[in-house]
């Protein structure tokens, strides 16, 4: 009988360190995740968003958290993204949500649009004015999560070998335009398509395609787009162009509450220093081409140009909205953020800009 309340109590005992330890070996356990990337690898701004994010999430979780990268080297599917991390092949991924309009019509929106947010008022529209709750509402349905991942500011309308001074010059030009922006300019007779970053240079100077548009100054510099193409146009189709992490929803569940709370701080964090790094970059870069390049033309589309542009993207989202319900709301949202918004941003940055420009 005494043997017996012995061994009770030494399994009551064994079960009382199981249960403290348990906590203690739930929090040294280390998660390791995979993502992919659409960029070559050493890819600068655009990779260097998802190491930033990937460094911080493992030095906030002491470790818990590691996070390796898979450049599209590596995977060879640099559009191919959201069918890896949706399938589990990857836990994660860093690309551009517009790359899947074919696929998810709705993803295209929380990109950028045409005419649309600027970064500081689409940031807003994300973060305070219904923009996540949206795009949970969209990539919900396909077992992922999509979050800011990096924006890089106004972009540039493109390089153009030849000068647009009418809406003839559209017609039939073969241009390098995701998104809305290549729907937009189909719309007005030119042929848009999309190709992948490493391929843009050889297409323009085989005359593969007319024009591109990429970035800005920040990565166009190092893609060599002036030596071959002299007409630098300025930006109308991507004022916020804004990345996007992606996380399997199943992968996400299976963190621990504040493993996914560090992630998502990463995330938002590595998000933001892009669109500082970006815009620091173009700065620089933009000092080099000039000197280097004096003979780059920039330009701006003729105002009966941009005027039918406005017109056939009216058109289209028109169109959109009157067809699918959620793109309806999403459309809606962002329109009334912006008109909100833009109040304060022509009394504030605009304001400031034209008095400098006045005097």
Not at 175 to 194: C, D, S, Y
Request: proline content about 5%; charged content about 20%.
């Amino acid at each position: 009988m005494l043997k017996l309340n012995f061994t009770k109590k030494l399994i009551a005992a064994a079960a009382c360190v199981a249960a403290l330890a348990a906590p203690a070996q739930a929090a040294d356990k280390v998660y390791r995740l995979k993502m992919a990337e659409t960029w070559p690898s050493n890819f600068p701004i655009f990779g260097d968003a998802p190491r930033n994010m990937a460094a911080m999430a493992e030095k906030m979780s002491n470790g818990r958290l590691k996070i390796t990268i898979d450049s599209k080297n590596k995977h060879k599917a640099p559009l191919g993204i959201f069918d890896m991390v949706r399938s589990g092949q990857y836990d994660m991924g860093h690309s551009a949500s517009y790359y899947w309009k074919g696929k998810v019509p709705n993803t295209l929106y929380f990109t950028t649009m045409p005419f649309g947010m600027t970064a500081p008022e689409q940031y807003g529209w994300f973060y305070h004015g219904g923009g996540m709750e949206l795009m949970e509402k969209v990539y919900s349905k396909y077992g992922l999560l999509s979050f800011p991942g990096g924006n890089t500011g106004n972009q540039m309308g493109g390089w153009f070998q030849k000068e647009i001074n009418s809406l003839d010059d559209l017609q039939g030009l073969k241009m390098r335009i995701p998104g809305f922006a290549g729907e937009v300019l189909a719309k007005l007779g030119a042929k848009p398509t999309n190709i992948p970053a490493g391929e843009l240079y050889t297409a323009l100077e085989r005359r593969t395609i007319d024009a591109l548009e990429w970035v800005g100054p920040s990565l166009d510099l190092r893609m060599g787009f002036h030596k071959i193409a002299p007409y630098y146009y300025t930006g109308w189709h991507e004022p916020a162009t804004e990345l996007q992490f992606l996380v399997n929803e199943r992968t996400w569940k299976k963190l621990p509450a504040d493993l996914q709370e560090i992630l998502r701080v990463a995330m938002r964090t590595a998000a933001y220093d892009m669109y500082i790094q970006s815009y620091h970059a173009s700065a620089e870069n933009w000092e080099q081409m000039k000197m280097a390049y004096p003979e780059i033309q920039v330009k701006s589309f003729p105002s009966d140009v941009i005027e039918a542009m406005k017109a056939a993207n009216n058109e289209l989202l028109a169109e959109k909205a009157k067809a699918d319900p959620l793109a309806n709301e999403i459309i809606k949202s962002q329109l009334f953020y912006m008109q909100k918004s833009r109040v304060w941003t022509d009394i504030s940055d605009k304001a400031y800009l034209n008095s400098l420009s006045s005097n």
